[in-house]
């Protein structure tokens, strides 16, 4: 078994908007101490984005705001929104660790998960929302096409759709966003007609899902539109918005998705980077927020990237009819002809 190498950064613990928000440092204490628990060592020497990272995704001027916000002791950007006088700077590192991570993949050097906070993935161009100062995995994504991939691939589980992430690659051909998300839900963006304009229409692929949907819809929404549109992308790197939030122990949510199911889907993205992109794949934590469920679905992840043939049984088979509440079984169904139709590819 080959580990995955995990960046943390300890420093974020000074990103604390107090005991009453979800958003808190008590998360990045249960992914380590469950890394410590799992055998699982972390890299804590984080470097920051540049500006020239950052200004490929965002409007320097809101990078200008955001930083002397943080300066002058930081604040509310909106009711679920903080930073305090370090956010800018730990926000700053956790972006680069997801360039650090591109740099990795692409000189094969194995795959990384991005253990950081605050998260990133409603972070627009111009603004942060959502728990979101700067979009982590879009940073590192137009990182990798510098860096001269030609084409990346995000996939986004996280339960909240990622409507950072789409707006920023909306018109773009050579970043492919797909998400899997709870709806309708926070932030009301994620339908399936969402596909991308311009020179990026079809490079959008949404899945959004009713509350209650449990495991196997995931997966089976994986095997049937998740890996055959990357398939048809062939991406030279995916990165994943890895957000723990759908399991069914989490409080801003109402999903049904068990630990044993994010190692299932990170086995079927693993097997997908190993046979389109030589394996180049990283990781970037979102949400999650129930403790324990993101510990233990951290671990899950962790394990079937370090040996996704033997994690969660037969990753790769569908069998038989699909079993799920019929609102979920529908809602993939519309999913799945809607993706098969020539208005979305």
């Known amino acids: ?34 890394c410590a628990s799992a055998g699982f060592a972390v890299e804590e020497s984080l470097p920051a984005a540049t500006d020239e990272q950052l200004a490929r995704v965002h409007d320097p001027m809101y990078v200008a705001r955001l930083q002397r916000f943080c300066e002058r002791g930081g604040g509310r950007m909106d009711p679920d929104t903080y930073v305090t006088e370090a956010s800018f700077a730990i926000a700053r590192r956790a972006s680069g660790a997801a360039c650090a991570a591109v740099d990795r993949a692409l000189n094969d050097e194995g795959a990384t998960f991005c253990l950081v906070r605050p ?18 995995v879009a940073v590192g994504a137009a990182h990798a096409i510098a860096s001269g991939a030609r084409r990346v691939a995000i996939v986004d589980f996280d339960v909240h759709h990622g409507n950072g992430t789409q707006d920023i690659f909306w018109d773009r051909s ?19 007609e969402e596909i991308g304009g311009g020179a990026g229409a079809g490079a959008t692929l949404n ?18 539109i998740v890996l055959p549109a990357l398939d048809r992308w062939k991406p030279d790197l995916i990165a994943v918005s890895a ?37 180049r794949i990283l990781m970037t934590l979102e949400g999650g927020y129930d403790l324990k469920a993101l510990g233990s679905s951290l671990v899950a992840t962790l394990q079937a990237m370090g040996d996704p043939t033997g994690h969660a049984g037969h990753a790769g088979e569908d069998d038989g009819p699909l079993d799920g509440p019929p609102e979920s079984v529908a809602a993939l169904e519309r999913a799945e002809a809607f993706h098969r139709a020539p208005a979305a590819t």
């Open 119 to 136: 998260p990133g993935h409603h972070a627009t161009q111009a603004r942060g929302m959502g728990f979101c100062l700067l979009n982590h």
């Open 207 to 224: 899945i959004p899902l009713p509350a209650g949907t449990p495991d196997a819809v995931y997966l089976a929404a994986f095997r049937r």
């Open 1 to 34: 078994m080959t580990q995955p190498l995990i960046y943390a950064d300890p420093t974020s613990q000074a990103h604390d908007g107090g005991a009453d928000h979800p958003e808190r440092p008590e998360r990045l204490r249960a992914c380590l101490d469950a």
């Open 243 to 279: 957000g723990y939030d759908a399991h069914h122990r989490d409080p801003l949510a109402s999903m049904r998705m068990t630990s044993a199911g994010f190692g299932t889907m990170t086995s079927l993205l693993m097997a997908a980077a190993d046979r389109l992109c030589a394996g």
């Open 174 to 192: 050579d970043v492919a966003y797909l998400s899997l998300h709870q709806f309708p839900w926070y932030p009301g963006t994620g339908l399936l």
